[in-house]
């Protein structure tokens, strides 16, 4: 009995020992980010695309390029609060190197080591080019700094332990494309701008019972984290729009019955404005590919 | 004789409560009303833009100054205390439109500048009518961000 008792013991930490490894932060490898030269001028299209000040930019902010946080982000989990991510070199993150930078954008994981909360949407930038985010980092420079302090999250026991998110990650983090097959160059374009930077899943597809994108019903229309209204679908059971209809919509901010863009989005459609046609174009492609979502 | 009293003051209640409706649904009628006659003319001016409708000068200004039409009707009267989301359905007109009026009519001024900006361009083609466009668009969801419900 004595014996059987020691062998699930035993069990137990190895089970519990193997959870608390697979947790553990990892940072990109040490020279992931080696002989990059960043392009800052291109760094600038990345940051829109990345819509990086959607959620970075104090609320009412007449600046939209000053990254002083303080947005707030409720969810099912508790409430995320933006923090400061201007290029100040206290309040902000003026004093992190690009290979810091590049694991928290990629990895979720804090130069002190620690995992950030997936509000950050690194499960998508996660899928970026490594140039990408050297040219990110060389047009952060550039920013304004601001020097106000970040707040803290709003999240309860057992969320605000940060550890668990490496569960988390380990389940739902997986950087290979959402959309496979075949794909035109201006697919994958488009796939990339919508799946790696812009993120688009974190609000149009659905979330299972732990905050993760249920990507069998992937762009399928969600509700409205704010708890008021319904984020549209983008699958073609339920978007008819034409590409020319899409690509003008993420210029102008105008539906084909022109009405236009309100909330969330609006943000959006201010990033992709500054873009190029090209791209507009690419991500109306890569909507136009979608699948119409699995069963309910 | 209680009863009584009751069944009137209940009945006073619902009258007055049906009146009330009445009373805004109007002025809804008519906010909804004005931004589908623009919707109507951004239209035509879009499908220009969009190179869907072909260039024609007077099609044009006609689109463009029904714009600068509903830019002069006084907004004051329209937005009337107790038709926003939080009173009554069938409206997304948000609260922030009473706590912020100076916000929201800032809003609406941008528009008409956007408005009277399309006139300008109506005649001079394609290009310009798409710039003034962007514009327009501007216009409309920086108001639509703030004081209206998304779907």
């Known amino acids: 009995m004595r014996r059987i008792l020691s062998i ?7 089970a519990a020992g193997f959870l608390f490894w697979l947790s553990r932060p990892q940072p990109l490898p040490a020279d992931a980010m080696a002989g990059l030269e960043g392009d800052a001028e291109h760094g600038r299209q990345v940051y829109l695309a990345a819509g990086c000040r959607s959620c970075h930019t104090a609320p009412e902010s007449e600046d939209k390029d000053l990254l002083a946080g303080g947005q707030r982000f ?43 909360y ?41 969320f605000s332990i940060r550890r668990g998110l490496g569960l988390w990650k380990a389940m739902f983090v997986d950087p290979d494309w959402v959309m496979a097959g075949d794909l035109s160059p201006e697919e994958e374009r488009g796939r990339y701008l919508a799946e790696a930077l812009a993120h688009c899943g974190e609000c149009h597809t659905p979330r299972g019972a732990l905050g993760n994108l249920d990507t069998a019903r992937w762009m399928a ?16 059971d339920k978007l008819d729009w034409s590409a020319g209809d899409i690509a003008y ?32 174009t690419a991500v109306a492609a890569y909507v136009k590919a979608l699948s119409e979502p699995a069963g309910e | 004789m209680k009863l009584w009293k009751f069944a009137i003051a209940g009945a006073a209640m619902g009258l007055g409560s049906v009146a009330l409706a009445q009373d805004v649904s109007k002025q809804v009628k008519a906010r909804q009303g004005q931004m589908q006659i623009v919707a109507m003319n951004l239209g035509v001016l879009g499908g220009i833009a969009k190179g869907e409708i072909a260039y024609d000068a007077e099609t044009a200004q006609r689109a463009a100054d029904s ?5 002069m009707i006084d907004q004051g009267p329209l937005w009337v205390e107790g038709s926003d989301t939080m009173s009554i359905e069938g409206t997304r007109a948000l609260p922030a439109i009473w706590d912020n009026t100076s916000g929201f009519m800032e809003d609406w001024q941008a528009y008409v500048a956007a408005a009277a900006a399309m006139s300008e361009a109506a005649g001079q083609g394609q290009e310009a009518i798409g710039a003034a466009m962007r514009d327009m668009g501007g216009s409309c969801k920086s108001c639509h961000d703030d004081f209206r419900e998304t779907n």
């Open chain 1, 118 to 158: 997936p509000a950050f949407p690194y499960a998508a930038y996660a899928r970026m080019d490594r140039q990408d985010v050297a040219d990110l980092w060389a047009y952060w420079q550039t920013l304004p700094q601001s020097d106000q302090a970040s707040a803290p999250h709003e999240v309860g026991f057992p």
């Open chain 1, 249 to 280: 919509y993420l210029e102008s901010g105008f539906t084909p019955d022109y009405d236009s863009a309100g909330g969330h989005m609006v943000a959006v459609i201010d990033n992709f404005a500054e873009l190029s046609p090209e791209d507009r």
């Open chain 1, 8 to 14: 699930v013991g035993l069990a137990v930490l190895v």
């Open chain 1, 74 to 116: 409720p969810s099912d989990f508790g409430t995320f609060l933006a923090p400061n991510i201007s290029p100040h070199p206290e309040a902000g993150i003026g004093d992190w190197s690009l290979d810091q930078f590049a694991s928290a954008v990629m990895r979720g994981v804090s130069p002190e080591n620690r995992h950030y």
């Open chain 1, 221 to 236: 229309g969600a509700p409205d984290p704010s708890g008021k209204g319904q984020i549209p679908a983008l699958t073609p």
């Open chain 2, 67 to 71: 714009l600068v039409g509903i830019s």
